[in-house]
Every structure is written in C-alpha cells, then in structure tokens.
C-alpha cells in the first residue's frame, strides 16, 4: 500500500500526560499537512510543511502542539499536557507541489482518535 | 477563502442519480471548485475539482453554473458505498501558500438499499 499511513489509529490517555503521532506520506510528496477533526465537523488546518521547512501554522496549534518533519519524509505531532479539549481525530495529508491547474489533490490518511480522559 | 454553502443532509436510493448543490457567491476568479468526500472512519478523499467548464471522471461530473456563483457534484448512480460527508470547497490559485483545505460541515449523503 502506498498511501499515507499514521500511527497509532487510537491513543487514549489520561490528562496531562504527552502524545506523539506519526505520519508517513506518499513517498515523492514534498507537502505534508496535518488537520484536526471534532466530531460533526469539517477538518481544521493545523499546519503544513513544504520538505522539511514548516511554512504555516493555524492559530489552533497551540504552544503545546509541536510538529517535525526532519528529513522531509515522515512527520510527528507532538501534543505536550493534553486537555480534554484535545480529544479529535489528527488526519495527516500529503501532496505535490502546487500545479498551474489548480489541483494540488491532497491524499488523507486514515488518522488517529485521540481520547483524552 | 470564499465560503460555500452546502444542505446538511441528502438521502438518495441505490443506483438513482444524486446531485449534490454548492452555493458559492462570493467565489473570486482564481477560486478552483474542489470536491472531497469522507466515508465513515476514514479521512477525506478527492473528488473532482474544477474552474469554469463542467468536469467528468471515474468517480462524478461537476457542473459548475455560467457565473460560477454554484456548482453541482453529480453521482451518476449511487451505491451504497457511496455513502458519506461531501464537503465542496473553494481554494485560489496564487503560486505560493500552503493550500491548506478549508472544510465546512458538508453534506451528510445517505443512500438507501
């Protein structure tokens, strides 16, 4: 399968402890991005990067929420202190580079539900 | 980005066509219509997009009105399989930026057997 993949599919964890989330993309994507979903809602940009560099990041991503994407492969989200607020499904997307055509499709990984007790 | 505004909800029988409706007003010139769906448990997958012609491929045909201000997701014929969140989403093409996705709730398609 050469989709993306994350890691874990569900963490649960108690309040105030540190989460990390992995995301492999689509091996020649140069664009990584990572959204957050609550339940009955649309997915929120939270931050993407373009190979290594983070280019963007949405007001949502808190001081606690940190990302890495070192050699421009796979990235981490890590959430330090979590609050029950916390609690979402964190997608994680890759694509090419922006096209003239407007494309720029973003392929989705499954995610990761995140419950924070 | 321009906002859209999409019905909460649709239900369609199995293997009748659906037309899923976007209103878009307040779309810009360099605004690319893009389609997304999500099926339960899973994350969002890409539809189709388009500028100003109506669009056909494997999975649907957008028709996108004369002045662009709307736009419909059509399903030829519906399978239960096609059962999900179809979120209709404006993004500009300006070079650089991140592209990000911005999603509304989108509407619920419920296709019954």
Partial sequence: DTGVSQDPRHKITKRGQNVTFRCDPISEHNRLYWYRQTLGQGPEFLTYFQNEAQLEKSRLLSDRFSAERPKGSFSTLEIQRTEQGDSAMYLCASSLDPSSKGSNEQFFGPGTRLTVL | ?113
């Avoid at chain 2, 448990?41 to 491929?57: F, K, R």
């Avoid at chain 2, 709307?70 to 519906?78: E, N, V």
């Fill in chain 2, 1 to 113: 980005d321009a906002k859209t505004t999409q019905p909460n909800s649709m239900e369609s029988n199995e293997e009748e066509p659906v037309h899923l409706p976007c209103n878009h007003s307040t779309i810009s010139g360099t605004d690319y219509i893009h389609w997304y769906r999500q099926l339960p448990s899973q994350g969002p997958e890409y539809v189709i997009h388009g500028l100003t012609s109506n669009v056909n491929n494997r999975m649907a045909s957008l028709a996108i009105a004369e002045d662009r201000k709307s736009s419909t997701l059509i399903l030829h014929r519906a399978t239960l399989r096609d059962a999900a969140v179809y979120y209709c989403i404006l993004r500009a093409y300006s070079g650089a930026g991140s592209y990000q996705l911005t999603f509304g709730k989108g509407t619920k398609l419920s296709v019954i057997p």
